[in-house]
């Protein structure tokens, strides 16, 4: 089995010894993405969507698209946000959902309000 690195400048840079994504196979592990919104900022839309655009590029540069995804995990600072990210979050999944969980967490890199990660496969 093959492993490729997968790197878009349309998502933000790792600040650790991680990839933004690797590609095993026909599987594609995507790693936590977060906003570049201004940390504190509570604007939780534009934060989501922009979490998903990070994470959109990253699968079109793999050559998928969020049809793909069979696994999503979604970290939140906050419980209470949950409607208004899963609201946002379903924008991109107009029908067969992928299985996914949603955590509190106590806090996210950069003070963030939400981290998601993903699976796709060919």
């Given at each position: 089995m093959s492993k490729k690195v997968?790197?878009?400048?349309?998502?933000?840079?790792?600040?650790?010894?991680y990839s933004q994504a690797i590609k095993a196979g026909n599987l594609l592990f995507i790693s936590g993405q977060i906003s570049l919104q201004e940390a504190g900022v509570p604007d939780i839309t534009?934060?989501?969507?922009?979490?998903?655009?990070?994470?959109?590029?990253?699968?079109?540069?793999?050559?998928m698209?969020?049809?793909?995804?069979?696994?999503?995990?979604?970290?939140?600072?906050?419980?209470h946000l949950f409607s208004i990210v899963n609201e946002e979050y379903g924008k991109y999944f107009p029908a067969d959902f992928p299985a996914r969980e949603t955590v509190a967490v106590k806090g996210l890199p950069k003070d963030v309000?939400?981290?998601?990660?993903?699976?796709a496969c060919e």
């Open positions: 997968i790197n878009t400048e349309l998502a933000p840079t790792p600040i650790g010894p534009m934060e989501t969507a922009q979490v998903m655009g990070h994470l959109q590029a990253i699968l079109k540069e793999a050559g698209t969020f049809a793909n995804v069979v696994k999503s995990t979604i970290f939140l600072k906050d419980m309000n939400v981290e998601i990660s993903m699976i």
